[in-house]
């Protein structure tokens, strides 16, 4: 009896225990403290999220991180790869954040959401580029998802590239004829804050000088491409012309973002060890800047010329 007591009292001792502490938009938990539950004892997380606890699998630790879940978490949910889950309660910027979609809704949302980025005329706040770029660094996860027998990553991206490209076909065909019904309405509306007649007319101008490459362009640039297939619904651009560069602006548009995600991951981890996922808030804040510097130089520039 005895050397029982003695083995389970051993057993039960504190040993040191690491583990990263993620969201389960998997952002580390940078240098934010834990507790252990039994012993009270605090620890923090370094930099990267990385923790070493001294506790047993059968202990629990709390957060007590602002818009985190303070419930006691067990540590025996650290999965295989030394990461520790902790929810992180809903806020209005993980709508602007692409692993808020891709752990809630997945290939399916993603593809909803490039639809109503151009479908819909109040989606031109969602993150089309970065997700589509972070879809591609994720493409095993999401493919296998939903086609749980498609392992080589090649195919895995033209599944995504082909699905995700008709999604956005669909999404600028239903703006087009959202254009095409109310455009001769729109002349005669009254300016306000957000409509200007003079936007139809040199939307008009842009068309006539640009052509159907406009639809191509205007796929790459935030904002814009939400508003462009309205317009060329409203200036009446010839349907077949507009299908046209419509598929071929979606495919290209949706190759370039998977394609630069899922290869600049492996090459930049395999050249510099450097994982593009445990920076995911710093690339899409960096995609954010390159795609909408072009519209707001357009702005600043043009402005000037009035002037």
């Known amino acids: 009896m005895l050397t029982a007591v003695m083995l389970q009292s051993v057993q039960a001792a504190p040993e040191p225990i690491s583990f990263t502490v993620q969201s389960q938009y998997e952002t580390a938990l940078k240098e934010d403290t834990i507790t252990v539950v039994s012993t009270g004892e605090k620890f923090v997380t370094d930099a990267k999220g990385h923790v070493t606890v001294n506790a047993t699998k059968d202990d629990f630790i709390q957060l007590s991180k602002e818009n985190y879940d303070t419930a006691a978490i067990s540590l025996q949910t650290i999965d295989r790869n030394n990461v520790l889950k902790v ?17 809630n809704g997945g290939l399916w949302l993603i593809m909803f959401i490039i639809f109503a980025e151009t479908g819909l005329f109040a989606g031109f706040f969602l993150p089309g580029d970065s997700l589509l770029f972070v879809a591609g660094i994720y493409n095993a996860e999401l493919v296998e998802s939903v086609f749980p027998f498609i392992h080589n990553e090649y195919v ?6 082909l699905l995700i490209s008709v999604a956005g076909i669909i999404g600028n065909s239903v703006g087009y004829w959202f254009g095409r019904k109310v ?3 729109m ?4 300016d306000n804050i957000v409509f200007k007649q ?3 007319h040199e939307a008009q101008e842009f068309y006539k000088k640009h052509g159907g490459g406009a639809i191509v362009f205007a796929r790459f640039l935030p904002i814009v491409r939400t508003f462009a297939p309205i317009v060329a619904g409203i200036v009446h651009m010839e349907k077949r012309k507009f299908m046209y560069y419509n598929v071929l602006g979606s495919f290209m548009w949706v190759l370039s973002m998977l394609v630069a995600g899922h290869f600049l991951q492996k090459w ?4 510099f060890n450097f994982d593009l996922k445990e920076h995911l808030e710093i690339i899409v804040i960096g995609i954010i800047l390159v795609t909408t510097a072009p519209v707001f130089i357009k ?3 043009s402005k000037k010329k009035k002037q």
């Open 187 to 190: 002349y005669s509306w009254k």
């Open 87 to 103: 929810k992180k309660d809903f806020s209005w910027v993980d709508l602007v954040t692409p692993m808020f979609y891709i752990v």
């Open 299 to 301: 702005l600043f520039f």
């Open 268 to 271: 930049i981890y395999a050249q």
């Open 198 to 200: 003079h936007y139809l």
């Open 183 to 185: 455009g001769p309405a």
């Open 156 to 161: 895995q991206l033209i599944v995504l590239w």
